[in-house]
Each structure stands twice: as C-alpha cells, then as structure tokens.
C-alpha cells in the first residue's frame, strides 16, 4: 500500500513539473518575468556657436564642467559692437530731429522772413515797372537808347519773375511739407530705428548663452581666436532630462504601451533606476546593429522612448543599458 502510495504522489510531482516546464502544454499563458529590452542611452548634443563673428574674450566652463540653463558660458569682445551701436543711435536721433522739422512745418519767424522777401521783391517790382514805363516814352523821341531801354525791359521782368517766386516761396512756408514728404520722413526713422535694433542685437549675441543644463564636452575655440558666425565654440552634452532608446519585435509590441514602468540596468552598475516609457514608434525598422537580441538582425523592430525618473553620472550617454518591464501584458500563444 505505501509504495502504491508513493508512486502515485511521484507521478503526480512528475506531472506538476511536467506542466510548469510546457506551461500546461501550451494551454497556460502567462509571464512572470515581464518582458526585457535592450538599448542604450540617447546621445543628445547641441553645438554653440555665436551669431555674429568677432574675437573670442573668454571662455569660462572647462570640458567636462557642468553648467545651467541659461548661462552665459563665453563672451566675444564687445568693442567693435558697441561702436556700431553707437553710430546707429546716433544715426536714429538725426532721423527723428529732421522728421521732427518736417512734421512741425516751418517756424512763425521763417513765414514772416519770407514775407518780408516777397514786400521786397514787390518794391523792387514797382521800381522796375516806373522805369520802363517813363523810358518806353522816352525811346519813342530818341531821348533814350534802345539799348538803354531794353535793359530797362530785361530788369522789369526780372522783378516780376521775382515776385512771383517770392509768392511761391510763403505759400510753401505757410503749408508745409507735402504728406508724401512726411510718410518718407517717417519711413526713415523706422529704418534707422530698425539698424539700431539690429545693432543691439548683435551687441546681445556676444554672449554665448546655453540653451539648456548639460556638461561641456569639448571646448573647440579658446580665448583669442577670430570666429565666424556659426563657428562651434563649445558642444554640450544634454542629460536632462535623460533618455534611452530601446527596440521591442513585433511579436511582443502589443505586450507593451506609453506610460508603463520600467528598471533600467547599466553593465558594471548595481544600481537598480526606475523609468518609463514615453514613446513607442508608429513606424517599424530593420534591428540596428548596436542592438543585440535573440531575433535575426534582418527582423522588424520598433523604437521604444524610455525617460529615467532619477538619473546620476553613472548613467553616461551612449552607455549601454537593459531595460525591464515587469507589467508587459502576457505574451499571445500560437
């Protein structure tokens, strides 16, 4: 009775591990380990350079310094732009005093000047006009010369020509300038205005500001050297916040989503970091080289945005990492 016994309770073990080994021969569907992907940290990096060219002043992070967002990490000599500046100012306030003149229009004193020189071109009229009136008489007799009388003729419309520009001139003075004057007027004070801002802003751009908090990874230019506009300076190394790329087949892209937790291991690091993932591609590719899987490299995988919640300088960009997914959905038996 006790080895029936026996045989019957090994024959059941037997089947129990039988099960588990095939899980229930293929009638059982679960996983207990997640699912394990492989990647490696994004390389993300932002070469600095300057908009305007000039000479490098300083340079002030090292390589490998950290530095913050929105800090000025190199200045150009700022001579030379702020002399350009200061002609464009300068520029700007002779543009705005003529607009102002013509705006305004002309002073009470200049009217009555020219006032005055229209009363004088009229005496002078009425002089000329009673001189060839008393020697057209006189010619007529021989009293007085032809030659006499026609320079006498010539002064007389001289004076009325005289008159007439005197007229012009007041009528000019009391108007104004033409509103086609005016709107060229204004016109050239925003051009001015426009050089100025311009000049400001190149002034602004001597100063080499990141644009976010990362690590110098290489100093290309120092202090002294002539650089031209867009000549890298500095390229910093972006690690916030810090990202991995992972691939996933297309066998188990259903098993995952955005938002999912992860553990992300590093090789040579103990340290355990907790993530997620932000992004799963729409698109799928051929499995890149860098990626090492159980599946042929000629397979179809798809790229899985993985961000890391607490990050440290052990994790380095490039680095290889291994990356869990201990909620991944079971996966689908054939």
Same mark, same amino acid.
């Given at each position: 009775m006790n080895l029936r016994r026996a045989f019957i309770g090994g024959g059941i073990i037997l089947l129990v591990l039988v099960a588990l080994f095939t899980r229930g021969f293929g009638l059982l569907d679960y996983d207990?380990?997640?699912?394990?992907?492989?990647?490696?940290?994004?390389?993300?990096?932002?070469?600095?350079?300057?908009?305007?060219?000039?000479?490098?002043?300083?340079?002030?992070?090292?390589?490998?310094?950290?530095?913050?967002?929105?800090? &000025?990490?190199a200045r150009l000599d700022e001579r030379p732009l702020q002399d350009a500046l200061d002609a464009a100012s300068a520029q700007l306030a002779v543009a705005k005093a003529q607009n102002a003149k013509i705006q305004a229009g002309s002073r009470p004193q200049e009217i009555r000047q020219t006032q005055a020189q229209l009363e004088e071109a009229r005496a002078s009229l009425d002089r000329a006009k009673e001189d060839y009136d008393r020697r057209s008489e006189l010619v007529k007799t021989g009293a007085v010369s032809q030659q006499v009388f026609d320079a006498t003729t010539a002064q007389y419309q001289t004076a009325q020509a005289q008159v007439k520009a005197a007229?012009?001139?007041?009528?000019?003075?009391?108007?104004?300038?033409?509103?086609?004057?005016?709107?060229?007027?204004?016109?050239? &004070?925003?051009?001015?205005?426009?050089?100025?801002?311009?000049?400001?802003?190149?002034?602004?751009?001597?100063?080499?500001?990141?644009?976010?908090?990362?690590?110098?990874?290489?100093?290309?230019?120092?202090?002294?050297?002539?650089?031209? @506009?867009?000549?890298?300076?500095?390229?910093?190394?972006?690690?916030? @916040?810090?990202?991995?790329?992972?691939? &996933?087949?297309?066998?188990?892209?259903?098993?995952?989503? @955005?938002?999912?937790?992860?553990?992300?291991?590093?090789d040579g690091n103990d340290k355990v970091y907790q993530g997620r993932i932000s992004q799963i591609s729409p698109t799928a590719e051929f499995t890149p080289k860098t990626v090492q899987t159980e599946d042929l490299r000629t397979d179809l995988v798809y790229r899985v945005r993985i961000l890391v919640d607490q990050p440290d300088d052990a994790l380095r960009q490039g680095q290889p990492v291994t990356v869990h997914v201990p909620g991944a959905r079971p996966k689908a038996q054939n």
């Amino acid at each position: 009775m006790n080895l029936r016994r026996a045989f019957i309770g090994g024959g059941i073990i037997l089947l129990v591990l039988v099960a588990l080994f095939t899980r229930g021969f293929g009638l059982l569907d679960y996983d207990e380990d997640g699912l394990t992907l492989y990647g490696n940290v994004d390389i993300r990096q932002v070469d600095l350079a300057f908009r305007v060219g000039g000479r490098i002043a300083e340079i002030a992070p090292e390589e490998g310094e950290p530095v913050n967002a929105r800090t &000025v990490v190199a200045r150009l000599d700022e001579r030379p732009l702020q002399d350009a500046l200061d002609a464009a100012s300068a520029q700007l306030a002779v543009a705005k005093a003529q607009n102002a003149k013509i705006q305004a229009g002309s002073r009470p004193q200049e009217i009555r000047q020219t006032q005055a020189q229209l009363e004088e071109a009229r005496a002078s009229l009425d002089r000329a006009k009673e001189d060839y009136d008393r020697r057209s008489e006189l010619v007529k007799t021989g009293a007085v010369s032809q030659q006499v009388f026609d320079a006498t003729t010539a002064q007389y419309q001289t004076a009325q020509a005289q008159v007439k520009a005197a007229r012009q001139a007041l009528s000019l003075a009391r108007e104004g300038a033409r509103k086609e004057d005016r709107a060229a007027s204004v016109a050239e &004070v925003e051009a001015a205005r426009a050089q100025r801002n311009q000049a400001q802003t190149n002034l602004d751009d001597a100063k080499l500001i990141t644009p976010n908090s990362g690590t110098v990874l290489t100093r290309a230019r120092e202090p002294g050297a002539i650089v031209q @506009p867009g000549e890298t300076v500095l390229t910093l190394t972006i690690d916030r @916040p810090m990202r991995l790329r992972a691939y &996933v087949g297309a066998e188990d892209l259903s098993r995952i989503s @955005p938002d999912m937790k992860v553990t992300v291991r590093a090789d040579g690091n103990d340290k355990v970091y907790q993530g997620r993932i932000s992004q799963i591609s729409p698109t799928a590719e051929f499995t890149p080289k860098t990626v090492q899987t159980e599946d042929l490299r000629t397979d179809l995988v798809y790229r899985v945005r993985i961000l890391v919640d607490q990050p440290d300088d052990a994790l380095r960009q490039g680095q290889p990492v291994t990356v869990h997914v201990p909620g991944a959905r079971p996966k689908a038996q054939n």
